[in-house]
């Protein structure tokens, strides 16, 4: 049903922009890249991505044409390096592309001020968008809504349920973001385990959601079974917040082991937390960071060790899978491929929510030995 009116929407939006003038859409020969993403990951047991698989169903032949607007890339909010990194990559696209790219995005991780602003994006007739969402649910009317203007909808980080967008951009499986920082939290709390919890970002988020419920399935493993999970609690990607949270796990549980913080805003706030609180090698704060932010606390040994992929090159991806959907070179089918720039080619999936997804690659391990090799 889903994908009917998606070949509806695409058919028309195809109609549309082949009515446009033709612009050049040719793509920088791919160049060389820092990007974990792209590296052979190191330290990590992290399982490997599946090479995109070979494809009977050839993508539809480029139009040549393009939109004239401009297109938005919308994080979940503005001020978070993570989102700001995932900018730059969406711009370095866009120079390739020969497109505007705008970055908007609301104050706080809040679907209700996204929805805002969303709506009032809509009404200006982007190219296409290419949202973080905060809830999976809330927006897809809002979703639904730009699809039937003939907007593509791109999500990347964190997914609108797939009645709401046209693809998403996943940063790396679900279960192996999950389970990689269960391993992570095993190794530091050593052999003997003890008590964990997890510091997420807000209580709605899709990408935070699904990777907790991984680590829950993790832990109930035999492996695990020396961890006990004390408490979730939400520092909602404010650093304040996340700071006074932090605060309040290892003060209320003494004998905590290890922080989880599946969220670049959280990790860094309960690193500093644990630091300011004289607590280095008694609590030890892992997760999913950013190495600009976690260089000082892998060095002190706050957070020996934490995972990520590229920020950057999920923007870029973003960027070229929207740009390739609003050009209706894919239509939104699986198995349909394209090429996105100096990344290379890849595949739309069929995604474990029922949606469609193309997946950038695999979560790599920051520790001592390699931190410093990264700047992002
Ligand atoms: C924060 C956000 C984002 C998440 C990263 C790991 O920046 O919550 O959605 O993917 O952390």
């Known amino acids: 049903m889903k994908h009917r009116s998606f070949s509806l929407v695409l058919t028309v939006l195809v109609l549309l922009v ?16 820092e990007a974990p993403a792209t ?55 866009a120079g390739e592309l020969g497109i505007t790219v705008l970055y908007q995005g609301s104050a706080t991780a809040d679907a209700t001020e996204q929805i805002t602003l969303l ?76 008590q964990i919890a997890i510091l997420s970002a807000t209580s709605t988020a899709p990408n935070q959601n699904a990777w907790i419920e991984v680590m829950q399935e993790e832990l109930a493993k035999p492996e695990y079974s020396n961890l006990e999970l004390v408490e979730i609690v939400y520092g909602d990607d404010d650093d304040t917040k996340s700071y006074n949270e932090a605060q309040a ?36 704060v892992t997760g999913l960071g950013t190495p600009n932010q976690m260089r000082e606390y892998v060095h002190s040994g706050a957070s020996p060790q934490f995972a990520l992929w590229n920020p950057g090159d999920l923007g870029y ?19 349909q491929t394209f090429e996105a720039g100096r ?20 979560p790599f391990v920051f520790n001592a030995d390699n931190i410093d090799d990264f700047d992002f």
């Not at 082949?18 to 890249?33: D, G, I, L, R």
């Open 18 to 33: 082949s009515a446009c003038a033709p612009a050049a859409t040719a793509t920088e020969p791919p160049a060389a890249t």
């Open 39 to 93: 590296e052979a990951p190191a330290a990590t047991e992290a399982p490997a991505t599946e090479a995109p698989a070979a494809t009977d169903a050839p993508a539809t032949e480029p139009s040549a044409a393009a939109c004239e607007g401009d297109y938005v890339l919308v994080p979940k909010n503005l001020g978070n390096p993570y989102f700001d990194t995932a900018n730059n990559g969406a711009q370095e696209a």
């Open 119 to 194: 709506n009032s994006l809509i009404a200006q007739q982007p190219c296409g968008l290419a949202i973080s969402a905060n809830d999976a649910d809330a927006l897809v009317p809002t979703g639904q809504d730009a699809m039937a203007a003939s907007i593509p909808i791109v999500t990347w980080d964190s997914a609108i349920a797939p009645d709401g967008r046209n693809i998403h951009i996943n940063q790396a499986e679900t279960a192996g973001i999950g389970a990689i920082q269960i391993q992570m939290a095993s190794e530091l709390a050593g052999e003997d385990g003890g």
């Open 249 to 284: 796990l290892f003060t209320k549980y003494p004998d905590l082991e290890v922080i989880i913080a599946p969220t670049t805003v959280g990790i860094a706030a309960s690193a500093r937390a644990v630091t300011d609180a004289n607590l280095i090698d008694q609590v030890f």
């Open 317 to 335: 991806l973003a960027v070229y899978a929207m740009h390739t959907l609003a050009t209706g070179q894919i239509t939104a089918e699986a198995g």
């Open 343 to 362: 990344l290379g080619e890849y595949t739309v999936e069929e995604d474990a929510d029922g949606g469609l997804s193309i997946l950038l690659g695999t």
